[in-house]
């Protein structure tokens, strides 16, 4: 209506000039007001549900799902089980030197682990094979099992070890992929040569949707010659991403903890919802509780996502999984 207005007024210089400083100051007043957007992007998130006694529950419905999102209850837009959608799984091998000599009994588990997953499930699953010492070598998504354990095969025991490097290249390998995505670390969990610190690692981890199952292989089950400190780091990241982080006491329990995983993956729920009414705060973090109706039944998934925040600045464009900055990775090797 203003603009009609002033279309009608004579093209002189007095009026020109106030045009001009009208349109100036409008467009001032309005970078200077708050941008309201309405983000109609899909959060989504993996959820595992288990009894008092550990058992995997499989059988539940969207209605028995509860999401808040900072607190504000949201409505389970998208509900599936596992099976309706496909799985992409990295896994990665910590190739130091402080696991070589157990290498080659995690390697062969891994593989049955593999084959399983591609032999049982959907026929879009694909898996990745990383591993990591000083340098982080990775192959592309493939459903081709055998070139994967000729990989396997040839992984050898190297210097130094740099898990937050591999967890936070998978991720962002994992981002573009659709459907569940799942890393299995294999690792004794100490970190000592990544460019990579852990914060950064589970921020790629959950940018990427994944759900994170590290194997913690222990060369040394005294307190005093353990790596609490990379133990306590990985338990942090399946927090994070609603995973799991399993302790195999000896390598004949590696198969068990590997078939664990593959039971777990198969038994998710996938939900999702569009952010409605939840306030806007001073940090990107928003917190996620998930729950179920039933009192007795524990809901494993992760606990937030990243959004937009009051003064973060951000394009129009900007939305709930806006892409962090990724360098490019100096360490990364394809295979």
Not at 11 to 29: D, E, Q, T
């Amino acid at each position: 209506m203003t603009f009609r207005w002033l279309a009608r007024i004579p093209a002189a210089p007095l009026r020109s000039r106030f045009c001009c400083v009208f349109f100036g100051a409008a467009l001032l007043l309005a970078q200077e007001q708050p941008t309201i957007r309405v983000d109609v992007n899909l959060v989504h998130i993996i959820a595992t549900v288990k009894n008092q006694s550990g058992q995997l529950v499989g059988t539940l419905q969207k209605d028995d799902f509860q999401i808040r999102d900072n607190g504000v209850l949201q409505e389970v837009s998208i509900f599936g089980r596992q099976a309706d959608q496909p799985l992409s799984v990295a896994l990665l091998v910590d190739t130091s030197g402080s696991t070589a000599k157990d290498l080659k009994y995690e390697t062969d588990s891994a593989a049955k682990f593999l084959k399983a997953l591609l032999a049982e499930g959907n026929p879009e699953d694909r898996i990745a094979l990383y591993d990591f010492s000083y340098d982080v070598n990775s192959g592309s998504f493939t459903r081709d099992f055998a070139r994967v354990e000729r990989r396997l095969k040839l992984l050898h025991g190297e210097a130094g070890t740099s898990m937050y490097d591999a967890i936070y290249y998978a991720a962002h390998d994992l981002e573009s992929r659709e459907g569940r995505k799942a890393m299995v670390i294999v690792t004794d969990g100490g970190d000592t040569t990544s460019t990579h610190d852990l914060k950064t690692a589970l921020k790629a981890a959950q940018m990427a949707d994944a759900v994170v199952y590290p194997i913690v292989v222990l060369p040394i089950t005294n307190d005093a010659g353990r790596n609490i400190g990379g133990e306590h780091a990985l338990e942090f990241m399946t927090q994070g991403t609603g995973g799991r982080t399993f302790y195999p006491e000896a390598n004949a329990q590696l198969d068990r903890t590997f078939n664990d995983i593959l039971t777990e993956l198969r038994t998710q729920y996938v939900l999702g919802f569009y952010p409605r009414g939840v306030p806007p705060t001073k940090e990107p973090f928003h917190r996620l509780e998930v729950t179920v109706k039933a009192p007795e039944l524990r809901v494993s998934s992760r606990n937030g996502y990243y959004g937009e925040s009051v003064g973060g600045g951000g394009s129009p464009e900007s939305r709930i999984s806006v892409n962090p900055e990724r360098a490019a990775p100096p360490k990364k090797k394809k295979l």
